[in-house]
Nanobody
Framework: QVQLVESGGGLVQPGGSLRLSCAASGRIFSINGMDWYRQAPGKERVVVAAITSGGSTNYADSVKGRFTISRDNARNTVYLQMNSLKPEDTAVYYC???????????????WGRGTQVTVSS
C-alpha cells in the first residue's frame, strides 16, 4: 500500500507563515507529479500548487508570490511554504501524488487525508 501523510497545519495570524509537509511511504517505484490542493468550507477542492518530478512548478493565481512548493525526491516528500497568509487561505490542505508502484505497472493517483490551516486573528 501507499500512504500520503500531511503535517504542519495549524492556526496562524494573518501575515504569518506555515510550512506543510507530505511524505509518501509504502511500495513506491517512482513518483511523477506531486500537488497541493485545498478545500474551504462549502467550496470545491482546488489545486494550489504543483511540481513535476523534474522540479517544474505551477501555482494558482491566488497564491503566486506567497506560496512555494518544493520536493525532496530522496525522501518522497513534498513541501508547501506558505507566507503572507490571509484569512481566505483558510482550508483543509490535501497532498496529491501520481505514483508508480513497480517498473511495469501504471501510475495511480493517491491522496492524503488533509491538514487544517486556519488563518485568523
Amino acid at each position: 500500500q501507499v500512504q500520503l501523510v500531511e503535517s504542519g497545519g495549524g492556526l496562524v495570524q494573518p501575515g504569518g507563515s506555515l510550512r506543510l509537509s507530505c511524505a509518501a511511504s509504502g511500495r513506491i517505484f517512482s513518483i511523477n507529479g506531486m500537488d497541493w490542493y485545498r478545500q474551504a468550507p462549502g467550496k470545491e477542492r482546488v489545486v494550489v500548487a504543483a511540481i513535476t518530478s523534474g522540479g517544474s512548478t505551477n501555482y494558482a493565481d491566488s497564491v503566486k508570490g506567497r506560496f512555494t512548493i518544493s520536493r525532496d525526491n530522496a525522501r518522497n516528500t513534498v513541501y508547501l511554504q506558505m507566507n503572507s497568509l490571509k484569512p481566505e487561505d483558510t482550508a483543509v490542505y490535501y497532498c496529491y501524488a501520481n505514483i508508480k508502484r513497480d517498473p511495469v505497472g501504471v501510475a495511480r493517483d493517491y491522496w492524503g487525508r488533509g491538514t487544517q490551516v486556519t488563518v485568523s486573528s
